[in-house]
RNA sequence: GUGGCUGUAGCGCAGUGGUAGCGCACAAGAUUGUGGCUCUUGGUGUCGCGGGUUCAAAUCCCGUCAGCCACCCCA
């Protein structure tokens, strides 16, 4: 070995054991999906970079110092230097694109969507951060979503789905940013409030006192926390339009029926563009510093600003490595054991076990063997670790007797049967599989 | 992107200048063909990588890579 290549930073295998856990997550998952209506959507892992500059947000530090360009070009990419490429950093733009794209808006008025897939983001990796990550997503789409009865029902979707994953000690909180017209005052508001009081400020909210102010609001800087404290009047929503107010009190009034708890935090301000009205956070303190397991809310403009017809929209994303790092379960627990182990101890026999060993895989039996066995112990210790409910043998006395012997090892007895007495071999296999 | 800590066997760790060890796991065996428990034996190794100091470096110094923690950001 001269030079070992390993993972790139940031990214993580997942062995065989641990990927019994993820298969669960995704089946369990894909059921809640089922029962609530919605279904699979699969988009590319890279978009055009303009996408999610014009949907999260040029200002944002997703876009800004997170995105992950494409550098190798195709074939088709050389004759147009100026399409530049990114791996998808969430998962919304994506299917904002493929609705408008594909016409799903003429197809039905409301577009419930979920995906599953890897996401890409160039940051420098933690526990709970990583440079490709995983997520769950939903998105309702299309002009039926207007409702604030929806809001409602995508948090439910979202906190039965962390209850069912296995979570349950984590908070759900909610926060209103009202339409695109209420930001744009609020912003104004805040700005001017806020003018004299920016040297106050940490350098990284002076910059976003001019990208975007609103982000000076939730920054965890004590100086700033005091600066916002100070200002006191965002505490009761006087920026609001009547309507926005009215609608989050009918999201508010649909939760409270649907007995899901939150907590109102006047302060959660998302960190994508896209937002209007609802946002959403549900955190696991237990994680640490990346305590948000998941995260979503409403965005009605989005699908008209990147040229689609006009569409409400509404949506969240799980971050699945955060939801196991929450639950810490087992892999090997969920590991299935085989039907049946084959034993041979006679190098002539070898083959005749080797067809038997294929015939029972062919009838749907889960069978394995050691094709250079070695003693009797070690198979059997072979069979045990396999977790092996019947062992099959043939020895010395069997081959001359054209038989094999089949144990059980949960029972600790064995008989024999004919070699030739395959289907009463399945069977016997077959009926005390169904036992268990 | 900023600061700090860490990096030794498959995994978890001890070893602070004298040539590498413990637990678990693994392998072989304990009256010649029967797993789990117990016992015995065995080795597991670029001591993250590269350079420097030294008679001698896992140990000290520098660099680098990676992970973790905090910040930041977010799922």
Not at 247 to 263: G, R
Not at 312 to 338: H, P, Y
Request: proline content about 3%; hydrophobic content about 40%; overall charge neutral.
């Amino acid at each position: 070995m001269d030079q070992f290549i390993s993972l790139p930073r940031g990214t993580a295998d997942i062995l065989p054991e641990e990927a019994l856990l993820w298969q669960a997550m995704e089946s369990q998952a894909r059921t809640v999906f089922g029962v609530y209506g919605y279904q699979e959507i699969r988009t590319p892992f890279f978009e055009e970079t303009d996408l999610f500059a014009r949907s999260v947000g040029q200002t944002s530090d997703i876009v800004q110092k997170q995105m992950l360009n494409l550098a190798a070009q195709t074939e088709a990419q050389e004759n147009d230097k100026s399409t530049s490429l990114s791996l998808r950093p969430e998962g919304t733009a994506s299917i904002v694109r493929s609705y408008i794209q594909n016409r799903l808006d003429k197809k039905e008025k409301l577009s419930k969507l979920f995906y599953i897939g890897p996401m890409f983001r160039g940051e420098r990796p933690q526990k709970g951060r990583l440079r490709q990550f995983h997520q769950i997503g939903v998105e309702a789409i299309g002009p039926d979503s207007a409702s604030p009865f929806l809001d409602a029902e995508v948090i439910a979707l979202g906190t039965n789905l962390l209850k069912q994953l296995g979570l349950n000690d984590f908070v759900l909180r909610i926060n209103t940013l009202g339409t695109l017209e209420d930001k744009g005052a609020f912003s104004g508001i805040l700005k001017d409030s806020l003018q004299d009081k920016i040297r106050n400020l940490c350098p990284d909210c002076q910059n976003r006192y001019d990208r975007n102010v609103l982000r000076v609001l939730d920054c965890k800087n004590k100086e700033c926390r005091s600066v916002v404290e100070g200002l006191n009047f965002w505490r009761n929503c006087e920026y609001l339009s009547p309507k926005s107010k009215e609608y989050f009190e009918a999201v508010k009034k649909a939760l409270d029926a649907l007995e899901i708890t939150y907590v109102e935090d006047p302060k959660l301000v998302r960190g994508l563009d896209y937002y209007t009205h609802t946002v959403f956070e549900f955190s696991c303190q237990r994680l640490g510093s990346q305590d948000a397991v998941g995260a979503g809310g409403r965005y009605n403009n989005l699908v008209e600003q990147l040229g689609g017809p006009v569409a409400d929209a509404v949506g969240f994303a799980l971050g699945m490595e955060r939801i196991l790092l929450a639950t810490a379960k087992e892999g090997a627990e969920l590991q299935a054991g085989l039907d049946a182990f084959v034993v041979c101890l006679q190098e002539e026999g070898l083959l005749k076990v080797f067809k038997l060993l294929q015939d029972l895989r062919a009838r749907g039996v889960s069978a394995d063997m050691n094709l250079r066995p070695g003693s009797m112990k070690s198979q059997m210790r072979q069979a045990d670790k396999a977790k092996a409910r019947f062992v099959l043998i043939l020895g010395e006395e069997e081959l001359k007797a054209g038989e094999v012997t089949l144990k059980d090892m949960k029972q600790g007895v064995q008989e024999k049967f004919r070699l030739g007495a395959f289907e009463e071999i399945v069977s016997k296999i077959r009926s005390n599989k169904s036992e268990n």
